[in-house]
Every structure is written in structure tokens, then in C-alpha cells.
């Protein structure tokens, strides 16, 4: 049984070709919840959708969220009353988003709601919440003149583009939450645990912040194997660079390996990354080299093998 | 000042012809909110979206419901799911529906909403809902074999197609609602009180069961003219035979002018049944007869011309 760390959408990448060389049915991917947040009164799970839609092959093939051939008839029809529409949710998103909002609301918990509509869309994968609980990414920027403003994760990075410079980041509620059902068991009896390539900060950071996630990590360091989201310096998708940076982490695989380290006993760097290596090794972590940019699906089942031989 | 009482279609065509021969910012129709419901989790309040729609000409031209030029994504999408899909919302008349759900949820009342929404579409009328109470109507019916089930009234009127007998009717709520604000002084004020051709048991029903309502028309009976949603028998549309008829009224404009005698001093009858103005007039309501069929904004005008004409 394979346990897969995951964020969004470098994370959805991987996994879909993680299920081009390994039985789907014997991965499970825990999932970073923590940008999750209402918007039009709907519950709306960013990276579960995207990791949920790329694994159904539906997902839009450049925007790197929602679903391919999406009408946005609703939002546009919003704008009439004013409301904020900067956070786009296409037609077909929002059935996702209703039917996920309903159940909450009559009482089935994030896990059940996330199992029934990775059912309806035919994955054989499991998707699992990281927690049940309520954890929302928190985002301090400066603003012009030095003033500091708290935002909601997605108001900084989708209403804002990712532009304020940032200062902290906090993962509010997660102290209090729980690990999702089974989350610790898995990671336990997994053979691998992998840490997808997704942004260290803002996706597998409130994953860690789960109390209890990470000492069960660390208790099967030797079988954790990561993939870094970074190459030759820069994130291949997402605004990792401008969370690392401010928050002292170098914005390299060297970085990457240094927060991980922990935890993570093995990290496949980009060949592009391979003059870095030793500094991987010097960290701790043992650093295997492959070409991980997922170009696409064939690419990303090649990327998907080099790590799980990473610690065959 | 003119106060008009209305449920669905019939009534917001009547106020479409309405408005046309007096100033629209001089109306005020009272709408009747026990058929609102929840579906797919959001608040969907037909009959005042059937005036608003209409009011706007934005209204479908022929179903009764919903708005023109419509799709149906959301819908289709939810399917996947599972989702009793029965009541069809359309994708622009979902936009309605998130945003007074979400409003409603911040704490706002069904009248302050209704506002916002009629003036988002550019309505110069002024739609009350008749109570910021929850009412709702309840339909038992006889299934084969003689037994009895209650139903909500979407679940009846739109689900199972008005078809099973109708044994009793009533509006949930309605004995602890409170008229919506000013409801009761504007029908004190009104110079005239209109009721509009709409379905007496559970669109003009429901908002007489919200106490102090009746009382408020009964001391303003010589200022109050209906008008009769039966022609010739029948309802121009909608299902009032299948619900007057089991309830012990005639379902002839007689029926409705007995049904509304004791706050109604004046009814306007179709020149089909001009033979039964006498009749009428012996329940105690004086009869005024007119062509009443709306087929179309012109003629609802007309008609709107001859009921002001009749108490004037």
C-alpha cells in the first residue's frame, strides 16, 4: 500500500501517473485541506477537487484548477447582485460544490462526502482529507507602506495573484484538528509514503501541522520518499517561491530537503538539480536524481516509477 | 397606493398588465412564500421569483417558471451524484437562488433580500414577501389503496405532477408566523387591495393564514376587488380544480367569490361566466364582468384597467 502526501495540482500530476504503474487501488492520497473556504455560501475543497478531477481525467489541461469544457453561466449571472466573483467556479465545479455543501450540512463529514464523490467520478484511488476539521491557511502580507493584513489563502493567491509580499502564514485551527479516520494507521502500514511534488509551505505544511501527522512521518522516515517541487530554483507550477523565500527557506531542492529532513529520508531532485546533491546528502537526506518535470502523463508514470525505486 | 396579494404565474402576469396602466413605483404586491423551499441545500422562493422574473420580462415565456434563454449544466452535473434532480433549477435562476441562500445565512431577512434582489433587477415595484416566518404548505394526499402521505408542496405540485387526490392542505408555521414589516399598515393604507387571479387554496390560502392578514383586508372589504382565477370552470393554469374541488369549493368563480366573501367586496368574473353573476352577488360579492383570459401584456393591462376600474 502506497500513502501519497498531496496538494494540488503538481500533486494531481504525479498521482496520475503514480496510477499508470502501480494497482489505483492501492494508493491512498492524503489531502491538504487548509484552502478549503466558503464562497457563495458553498464548502469549495480546492486540492481535493483537483486531485479528484485530474484522477477522473477531467481536469481543465492548463488553468491547473477545475474541470475541462467548464460554462461559467452562474457566475456571470451572480455579477448581477454584486456579489464577489473573483473566485471563479464553473457550472459543472458547482454541482461538486452543492452536492459536498448539502452533505456537510446534513451532518456526513468531509471524509464521507470526499469517498461519494470521488465514487461518482469512478476513481479507484482513495482520497482522503488530511482532517475532518476545520484548518484555514492565513496569509500576512505588507502592504504598501509597511501595514500588515491577514488574508484568507485564496484571497492572496487568486484575488490578489500572489503579488502582496508575504511575512507569515499560519494554519489556523490546526492545532485542535484531528488527523482524518485511519490517516495515522495508514502512514503506519504503508510500504511507501510519498510526499508528492507540491508546495512545501502552503500544501504539505498544514498536512504537518496536524497533530500527530508528523511524528507518525518521522516514525517511518526511512520509507518516506519525496519528489521536489522545485527545479533549478523556481516551482514548475504555483507561487512556492513566494512563501519559501520570506519564510527562510532557500527555494531550491537543497531547501526543500533541509524542511523535509526530518521526516523524509530519501528526495528525488531534478537532473537539472543534480550538481546540488551533495548538499541534498548533507542535509540528511539521501538525493536520487531523475528528470521530474511531468510534461505529461506518460512523463509524470516515468516520474512516478524513479521515486518508488527511490527506496524499492 | 395599491396593494396587491399574489402567488405564481397568474398573479405576476396580472401585475405585469398592471403595471403598465399605473405607475409601477405605486404598487406593492404581497407574495406568497409557503412553497418556498430548500433544494439541492439553497432557498428557492418560487412564487416570488416568478413575480420578480416577470416584472423583469425576464420570466420563461411559456413554463410558468424560471427564467428565458436557460441551461441546465448545474443540473445535468449534479446527476453524477446521485442528486434528486426533479426540481430543475436553471443555471441563471441558480444565481437567485446562492445569492439569497448565502444572504439568508449572514443573518438578512427574506424582506430585506427580496429587495435586493428585485432592485438588481431593476424592479420599480415593491415585493413583499408575506412573512419572514417559515409557512409551509402541506399537501396529503391518498395513495392506491386509500393510504395517506403528506407531501411538501414541490413534491406534489412539480414531483408527482399534481396527479395523487387531495385529501387536506396545510401551511405549516403559519399560525406562529408574523406578517412581513408593514405588511399590515400598507393594507390599511392601500387605496385599493388587489387579488390577483391567482390559485385561492394555496397561493392567496396561505397568506390569509398568517394572522392578522385577514383581519387586516376584512376591515378594508369595500376597498378589496379579486379577480378570478376560474374561467369557465377551470384554472387558467395550474392545478386549483385538483385542490378546490376536494376541499369542498366549487371551482367556478362562485366558489372563489364564496371563498373570499367575508374581506373581498368585489370580484371580477370572465365574460364566460357572466350567467353567474347573480350567483356571485347572492355569496354577498358584487360581480363585475370583463374578458379576464391574459394572453398577453396587453390584454393583462386591460384587465388590470378593468379591476382598478370596478372599485374605482
Redesign the interface.
Known amino acids: 500500500m502506497i500513502l501519497a502526501l498531496a496538494g494540488g495540482v503538481g500533486a494531481a500530476r504525479f498521482l496520475r501517473g503514480l496510477v499508470r504503474v502501480v494497482d489505483p487501488t492501492s494508493v491512498t492520497a492524503v489531502v491538504n485541506t487548509a484552502d478549503d473556504d466558503r464562497f457563495?455560501?458553498?464548502c469549495v475543497s480546492p486540492d481535493l477537487d483537483t486531485v479528484t478531477y485530474t484522477l477522473a481525467g477531467a481536469e481543465h489541461p492548463e488553468q491547473g484548477w477545475g474541470l475541462a469544457d467548464e460554462?461559467f453561466?452562474?457566475?456571470d449571472?451572480?455579477d448581477?447582485?454584486?456579489?464577489d466573483t473573483w473566485f471563479r467556479l464553473g457550472?459543472?465545479d458547482?454541482?461538486?460544490h452543492?452536492?459536498r455543501?448539502?452533505r456537510l450540512?446534513e451532518g456526513a463529514t468531509l471524509t464521507e462526502v470526499t469517498a461519494?464523490?470521488t465514487t461518482?467520478?469512478g476513481i479507484a484511488t482513495t482520497i482522503l482529507p488530511m482532517s475532518d476539521d476545520r484548518v484555514a491557511t492565513r496569509v500576512t502580507v505588507s502592504r504598501d507602506g509597511g501595514r500588515r493584513e491577514v488574508l484568507a489563502m485564496q484571497e492572496w493567491f487568486v484575488r490578489e495573484r500572489a503579488n502582496p509580499p508575504v511575512v507569515a502564514v499560519e494554519f489556523a485551527g490546526a492545532e485542535a484538528a484531528r488527523p482524518g479516520p485511519n490517516v495515522l494507521a495508514l502512514i503506519a502500514a504503508a510500504d511507501i509514503v510519498l510526499v508528492c511534488p507540491s508546495n512545501p509551505v502552503i500544501s504539505i505544511g498544514p498536512i504537518l501541522a496536524v497533530p500527530g501527522i508528523r511524528e507518525a512521518l518521522v516514525a517511518r522516515r526511512d520509507r518516506v520518499v519525496g519528489v521536489s517541487p522545485i527545479i533549478s530554483g523556481a516551482p514548475v507550477k504555483g507561487p512556492a517561491d513566494r512563501l519559501m523565500g520570506p519564510l527562510g527557506i532557500e527555494v531550491s531542492c537543497v531547501g526543500v530537503a533541509r524542511t523535509y529532513a526530518e521526516f523524509c529520508g530519501t528526495l528525488v531532485i531534478d537532473a537539472g538539480d543534480a550538481g546540488r546533491a551533495a548538499e541534498v546528502n548533507a542535509a540528511g537526506v539521501r538525493a536520487v536524481v531523475a528528470d521530474t518535470l511531468m510534461t505529461d502523463a506518460r512523463v509524470a508514470a516515468a516520474v512516478a516509477q524513479h521515486t518508488l525505486d527511490a527506496v524499492a
Chains 1, 2 share one sequence.
Open positions: 457563495h455560501g458553498l460554462t453561466t452562474v457566475m449571472s451572480l448581477r447582485f454584486g456579489a457550472d459543472r458547482l454541482a461538486t452543492l452536492y455543501t448539502r450540512d461519494e464523490i461518482a467520478w
